[in-house]
């Protein structure tokens, strides 16, 4: 059977050396669409071979990038883990390395460190490319040195070319004569990462390979081990690069790398999933897309070859249109621990309560949840209220003298609404004549410490009449 007509499955293969990136992402969310489109499955599998540079704390910070993108997995029941390691395959990979011997299409190498580095020496010396001379293809079992481990190289083909029909880059050739018998097992037993893939997207059944073309150029060798064990060769589809607004590629530079940095910064995930569907990939125009859209849509056809400007100033307008969208109780709970900091001390559920009515007002002017806390502390200082320059500026006599006379005549409201104080404001300004503004700056210094603030009488009226009060009165 061709990878073509089997259901589809994809799989996202992190190394877990740091924190999730957010071009890894990406891939993560093209694999995860792609296999949801089709009706197939996504595995997720941790590229733990490297055990100097994997930790266990990695591995967690990936599952939880994961999670929070929405990004669930198929495979989630490995001995009592929740995700395929790749390192407890190795004798799975060590085994397939044997019976590539033991078929022809591999074989034992003896040479030491020391000669490779002579010979390496030697190619340079010559001006010809660095590249392992095939030295021990031929040579029969009987030469074996004692007491040195062997490496198993792949018997690489030495004519023709190999060729990739990648269906993002199309097709990509290379003359067999550039690559050498390169390493499928060390020394020491364990696998390469070139090795260790092949065996593993074999084994789970991968069809379709999404990953970022910094691995377009391994692909040619691990298509050689594909026909070297006669296995399916599944469909590779390589993602351009992400780049940072500047045309370098996105890295630490640029700031925010990782996943976990948008969340901390107060980006919501179905905003980061719909920034990140647009690198790269297109639906005609269109800009906003749901994640139902998404799985819809989405397909390779629509991925281009050029690479993507990662730009902070969309993402913010993207993550501002979800924020309007988002329940004003979820926005509450994710802006309670910036307000918390912010106070050093959290919100109690009256003010949770009051900070999910002030949403309405909050959400149309914020980019990001810190946006959202930013302009929410002021509600909840219950001492004084720290004043910024120029609300200090405002509050002269005169306009002291106003709030006065309006805290009396608040007082007496009987509904102590928006609309009701609005009201107030405008009779007391149309009976001194004088502008709605010489009302309503006044009270939005009072209440707010500051000249800007979300509609100030829907303020008043989230702050109640007897914080409102005290505020006007402390003023
Ligand atoms: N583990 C590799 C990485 O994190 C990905 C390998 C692959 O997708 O084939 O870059």
């Known amino acids: 059977m061709s990878s073509a007509s089997k259901p589809v499955v994809t799989r996202f293969a ?3 050396t740091g924190f999730l990136h957010i071009g890894s992402a990406r891939t993560a969310l093209f694999c995860w669409l792609f296999a949801k489109h089709h009706g197939g499955k996504n595995l997720l599998r941790i590229e733990d071979t490297d055990r100097a540079r994997s930790t266990p704390e990695s591995i967690d910070t990936i599952l939880d990038g994961l999670t ?48 490779l580095d002579a010979m390496r020496a030697e190619q340079k010396e010559k001006g010809l490319p660095q590249r392992y001379d095939g030295r021990w293809r031929a040579r029969p079992a009987s030469d074996a040195p004692a007491g040195i481990k062997p490496v198993i190289r792949l018997k690489a083909p030495q004519d023709g070319e190999t060729t990739v029909h990648d269906a993002v880059m199309g097709r990509v050739t290379v003359q067999n004569s550039q690559l050498d018998d390169m ?23 991968v069809t379709h390979v999404i990953r970022g073309d910094d691995h377009l150029t391994n692909t040619f060798r691990q298509v050689q081990i594909y026909k070297a064990m006669g296995w399916d060769v599944p469909t590779f589809a390589h993602l351009p690069m992400i780049l940072g607004p500047d045309g370098a590629k996105l890295s630490k530079r640029h700031g925010a790398p990782a996943v976990g940095d948008y969340r901390d910064r107060g980006y919501l995930p179905e905003a980061i999933c719909n920034y990140l569907l647009r690198l790269c990939w297109s639906h ?17 056809d629509g991925i281009g070859k050029s690479p993507a400007r990662f730009d902070f100033a969309k993402l913010g307008s993207v993550n501002a249109h979800y924020i309007k969208q988002a329940d ?28 999910a009515r002030a949403m309405t007002d909050l959400k149309p002017r ?23 320059d120029k609300a200090q500026k405002l ?21 102590f609404t928006a609309h009701a104080v609005e009201e107030a404001c405008r009779a007391y300004a149309e009976e001194k004549g004088i ?41």
């Open 14 to 16: 992190p190394s877990p």
């Open 68 to 115: 929070w993108l929405g990004l669930d997995w198929d495979n989630k029941d490995y001995n009592g883990r929740s995700y395929y390691s790749q390192y407890e395959q190795r004798d799975r990979h060590a085994d397939v390395a044997r019976q590539m011997v033991a078929n022809g299409k591999a074989y034992y190498c003896y040479a030491t460190p020391e000669e």
């Open 183 to 205: 390493i499928l097992l060390r020394s020491d037993g364990t696998p390469t990462y070139m090795h260790a893939v092949v065996v593993d997207d074999h084994d789970m059944e």
């Open 284 to 300: 005609g125009d269109d800009e906003i897309i749901s994640r139902e859209q998404a799985v819809e849509w989405f397909d390779l």
């Open 328 to 355: 004003d109780a979820r926005l509450a709970k994710l802006a309670e621990p910036f307000i918390a900091r912010a106070l050093g001390r959290p919100l109690t559920m009256a003010q949770m309560d009051l900070l």
């Open 366 to 388: 914020a980019q990001t949840i810190a946006d959202i806390a930013d302009m929410a502390v002021f509600y909840f200082h219950d001492g004084a209220l720290p004043m910024d």
């Open 395 to 415: 509050l002269t006599p005169d306009a002291k003298a106003i709030l006065a006379d309006m805290a009396a005549r608040m007082e007496k409201l009987d509904d």
């Open 435 to 475: 502008k709605l503004g010489a009302v309503a700056q006044p009270l939005r210094a009072a209440l707010s410490g500051s000249t800007v603030s979300p509609p100030i009488f829907g303020v008043a009226a989230i702050l109640g009449r007897d914080e409102t009060l005290r505020r006007v009165k402390s003023a």
